[in-house]
Nanobody, 121 residues
Framework: VQLQASGGGLLQSGGSLTLSCAASGRSFSQYCVAWFRQVPGKEREFVAVIDRSGTRTDFADSVYGRFTISRDDAKSTVYLLVSSLNPEDTAVYYC???????????????WGRGTQVTVSS
């Protein structure tokens, strides 16, 4: 499966936007999909994950209550609504697909190119 993340941008603290992860190739509904983010010089960090059915989600403590993840299998797309943004959310955001519902990046088989989110104070 091929993944493409999009929707990033430059915005001020407190702002919101929706990131999209569009998939093509093998059946998207077979996979759990997660978002990770990375800042230069730091390790990739788990952000959120959604299971194959779309009924189970998990979030990093740092984004809990501010970010929402959802999926539309008819469109083969997973969305990450990011709100109440602060400068610490500045990063390249990546989506990944795998068969396990996990926060571990090594468990994901497919990765898309990232999309940059920059939050100014």
């Amino acid at each position: 499966v091929q993944l493409q993340a999009s929707g990033g941008g430059l915005l001020q603290s407190g702002g919101s936007l929706t990131l999209s992860c569009a998939a093509s190739g093998r059946s998207f509904s077979q996979y759990c999909v997660a978002w990770f983010r990375q800042v230069p010089g730091k390790e990739r960090e788990f952000v959120a994950v959604i299971d194959r059915s779309g009924t189970r989600t998990d979030f990093a403590d740092s984004v809990y209550g501010r970010f929402t993840i959802s999926r539309d299998d008819a469109k083969s797309t997973v969305y990450l609504l990011v709100s109440s943004l602060n400068p610490e959310d500045t990063a390249v955001y990546y989506c990944a697909a795998g068969t396990a519902f996990t926060v571990q990046s090594a468990q994901y088989d497919y990765w898309g190119r990232g999309t940059q989110v920059t939050v100014s104070s």
